[in-house]
């Protein structure tokens, strides 16, 4: 029987690695604690080994990489994985909404890539002739989790997390430290929004499972803040994504890839715009990765999906924006359809199954 190993030293991409070990049983192997303790939390059925470069007598991560015949990932890691003899297969962590020609060449060196959906597709083929891959669409990982939304369902999760069911719920997902609103919106948010509504605010991964300084003041400050709303929840990624986005009626983000997975359910949107991140910085960072101009355009579509709030200082009104983004989801149906068909093909649970049978066929013999 073939030895698998799965690996990532982020979180982010453990959910798609998840979906191809209940195909495939294998060993999830990383560097940092953070995210084996994530692991072992979310996904404890999942086998989960510490990788450490000088305490190797200690931990066997390392071992079980030396003797794999197959290591999953989902980030290019050449310079990692390199010393390795397995055969190895990356499977894209996150959307991944810019595939330049240099982040595509990053990931060249696996035997075989397995692909999204049309958009990576699309993108890819702009530089077949010049890099020569094994490509096989499969499908998005992590909506293999996504569970069917139902009345049941929803009152279900919103009470496990301790949440009002008779109240719609506002899901906040910004994106990482540098570009994210997080320091500008979280606290407003609690401030602002109106009183009938449950309050999910979820940091970027890179923050929460591996906070600086500032980051665990932060969060001491919005729990803090939470803890005197009612309905409120400040998630550490304790949760899986895919039951927080199921419950959403709303979706505030800064126009990034759980915005994008939210569409599976077709949620509503508002996207913030700040100083460091906007839809014009978005094309300012694609003409830099020289991305194809006819990608970026439909890459900036995302922001015809719902409306948009450009925060600059403290005093914007959240609640109206968020009032009538909820009521305006109607209007933005058909862009959020069109946009989730270009990412992500079909609305289907099955990417685990096609990407093991990918595996199989091309790198188990």
Known sequence: MSRIVYYSKMFQAVPHLAQVERQLPGTFVSSRRSTISAVRH?????????????????????????????IVTGSPYRRVLEPYTAKKCTVFHGTYMMLSKSAFQANAHYDLLCVIGPRMQQMMARFADEIAVNAVPT????????????????????RDYG???????????????????????AQQLLVKTPAEFNLVLRPHPSQSLTPRARDRESFRKVRSMAAQRPGSLVDLTSK?????????????????????????????????ETSHFSRESIQQLAEQE?????????????YDCGPRLFLAGDDYPIAPQLEQAIAAGSQYASARQRYFSWVFGSRDRQAGQRVAEAIQTYLIK
């Open 163 to 185: 949440l009002n069911p008779e109240w719609r719920t506002i899901v906040y997902t910004p994106s990482r430290r540098g570009i994210g609103s997080w320091d500008l919106l």
């Open 290 to 302: 020289c991305m194809h101009p006819d990608d970026t355009a439909q890459l900036l579509t995302l």
């Open 42 to 70: 979310l996904y404890p059925d999942f086998p989960a080994r510490l990788e450490s470069r000088w305490l190797s007598l200690f931990y066997d991560g390392k071992r079980k990489l030396r003797e794999a015949d197959v």
């Open 139 to 158: 499908g998005f990982l992590p909506f293999g989790e996504f569970p069917e939304r139902s009345p049941a369902q929803r009152e279900a999760v919103l």
């Open 240 to 272: 899986p994504l895919s039951d927080v986005l199921s419950v959403a009626d709303l979706v505030v983000s800064d126009a990034n890839s759980p915005a994008e997975e939210s569409l599976f359910y077709d949620v509503p949107q508002l996207f913030i």
